[in-house]
């Protein structure tokens, strides 16, 4: 999941609430954006949601959500589902000195990517999201684990769905995928203690070359980031990587959400800039962060559905997203989230 930066020194992210953290810089979470923010529009006055968008699709429009899914009693499940607060960023790195914090985090991630690869099968003209969320949150308890996005800050669901020009934060609901959709699964899961994050955008039926190519491209740019990564390395990089592939495409690369710190906490330092910029930092043996960068086909600025999580571009253009948790090691960075 990720966070976001302005034209000022401040940064949104998603799962925080209507609050500030402080963090290298001021910033909101990813999974919930500051409703007093210029940054994003809210009000859908104007806009025909009826439009056909390329000649072939409609605007998005919010279906029906079901109840919250109950997890047993057993599954340990993170600080802030029983304290019914909305954690901040924690200051601070995610950094693994010992093996058995390595090891439990590659636990994480590979449950993270298996699920993730599991809701991506599911993908098919006439399946509900939320029959999605439902296939998803069974697999992570039947793991003895706890999917991290159900009640972070009043998310009412399992995992993140965002289709077409949703850009993240979709909630899954009662629409059918149609023949030609895209769609983002983002998964969390929290096992023994430790948070493994990944996301991929999925083909629905059969999608046009235009989309294929956004997908295929704002993949690449995730892997082209993650190969600069190593010890001693100037997170910045990771920006200018992205950004220089999604110009060389003609791609835009959404600024309002960035990628973040993970391990026993959901969400810490570093924030993760996807887009070209100087802020100072430099990665550190053994710790763990995100990289999620969101591109787009035309506007990168975001606009925020009436539920305050919904994230779409505001012309209804498509937006992809893929996301991996990385462990920085001596020879670079490995891939937690890999099956």
Known sequence: MATAKTLQPIMFS??????SIQSTQPLLHRFRIDLGSSLFSYSEEGINEDEVIDGKRKR????????????????????????FTVPGISSGLQIHDD???????????????????YAGTLVKPGVTTD???????????ENGAYPSPLGYGGFPKSVCTSVNECICHGIPD????EDGDIINIDVTVYLNGYHGDTSATFFCGDVDEKAKKLVQVTKESLDKAISICG????????????????????????????????????????????????EAGRM????????????????????????????????????????????????????????
């Open 231 to 278: 010890p001693g390395v100037d997170y910045k990089k990771i920006g200018k990587t992205i950004h220089d592939h999604a110009d060389k495409h003609k791609y835009g690369v959404v600024r309002q959400f960035v990628g973040h710190g993970i391990g026993r906490v959901f969400h810490a330092d570093p924030v993760v800039l996807h887009f070209r910029n100087n």
């Open 60 to 83: 998005l429009k919010p279906g029906n959500v079901s109840p919250r899914r109950p997890v047993p009693a057993h599954i340990t499940k993170p600080p802030y589902v029983e304290s």
């Open 99 to 117: 093996k058995k914090g390595i090891e439990s985090m590659r636990a994480s991630g590979r449950l993270a990517a298996r699920v993730r690869e």
């Open 14 to 19: 998603s799962f925080l609430g209507h609050k």
């Open 131 to 141: 029959e999605i969320d439902e296939a998803v949150h069974n697999m992570i308890i």
């Open 284 to 339: 550190v043996l053994n710790q763990t962060f995100t990289i999620e960068p969101m591109l787009t086909i035309g506007s990168i600025k975001p606009v925020m559905w009436d539920d305050n999580w919904t994230v779409v571009t505001e012309d209804a253009s498509l937006s992809a997203q893929f996301e991996h948790t990385i462990l920085i090691t001596k020879d670079g960075a490995e891939i937690l989230t890999n099956c």
């Open 174 to 177: 009662s629409r059918p995928l």
